[in-house]
């Protein structure tokens, strides 16, 4: 899968999470769901570029999420 794909469909979800009424809560939520429903290879794939290139692709919710959840995730 491309990296283009993985920063596609980690805003599609982030944009589901950016509806709930408390922010914390979404970030939360939104790195949970990266870890239970993406495979490691995508999200180490996802960490691999932002590593090499930044977040700037990524929605604001999504890149919190990540910068605060990162040892989850990796």
């Known amino acids: 899968m491309t ?3 993985l920063i ?3 805003n599609q979800i982030g944009a589901f999470f950016e509806s ?3 922010r914390d809560e979404a970030i939360q939520d939104m ?7 993406w495979a ?4 180490r794939a996802l960490l ?3 590593d ?7 929605s604001p919710l ?3 999420a990540i910068a605060r959840h990162r040892a989850m995730l990796g």
């Open 3 to 5: 990296s283009e794909s």
């Open 40 to 43: 490691p290879p995508m999200r």
């Open 8 to 10: 596609r469909m980690a």
């Open 48 to 50: 691999a570029h932002i």
């Open 62 to 64: 999504v890149a919190e």
């Open 52 to 58: 090499a290139h930044g977040s700037q692709e990524l």
């Open 20 to 22: 709930m009424p408390g």
């Open 31 to 37: 790195a949970t769901h990266l870890k239970k429903f």
